[in-house]
């Protein structure tokens, strides 16, 4: 089993950046493959990205390419999420979650159907 702990959200305003990170304890991390996914009130959760084991692979959604980065640190136990040229329509609760399945088959699937997550954090950008 893994715990994960969000941090780094807050009011930033738009074309700002942001750094999420996420902390793991258990399991040890680098056996799990990570992503973020985000969700709105009233709309479905968005995956965002995944990256793999060693995070030489990363897998974004669609939506999500360009703006967003993805990475990780198994020295720390820590996944990030680099946030930049934010928007008023990203504003959301993050989320980190971790999988066993590789990158490519869990965005498919979507990143919140993990059994894995954290508690999420909160980005709000002001336009």
């Known amino acids: 089993q893994v715990q994960l702990v969000e941090s780094g959200g807050g009011l930033v305003q738009a074309g700002g950046s942001l750094r999420l990170s996420c902390a793991t304890s258990g399991r040890t991390f680098s056996t799990y493959t990570a992503g973020w996914f985000r969700q709105t009130p009233g709309k479905e959760r968005e995956s965002i990205a995944a990256?793999?084991?060693?995070?030489?692979?990363?897998y974004y959604a669609d939506s999500m390419k360009g703006r967003f980065t993805i990475s990780r640190d198994n020295a720390k136990n820590t996944v990030y999420l680099q946030m930049n040229n934010l928007k008023p329509e990203d504003t959301a609760v993050y989320y980190c979650?971790?999988?066993?399945?590789?990158?490519?088959?869990?965005?498919?699937?979507?990143?919140?159907?993990?059994?894995?997550r954290g508690q999420g954090t909160q980005v709000t950008v002001s336009s």
């Open positions: 979650a971790a999988d066993t399945r590789p990158g490519a088959i869990w965005l498919r699937a979507g990143i919140a159907s993990s059994e894995y």
């Open positions: 990256i793999s084991r060693g995070g030489s692979m990363t």
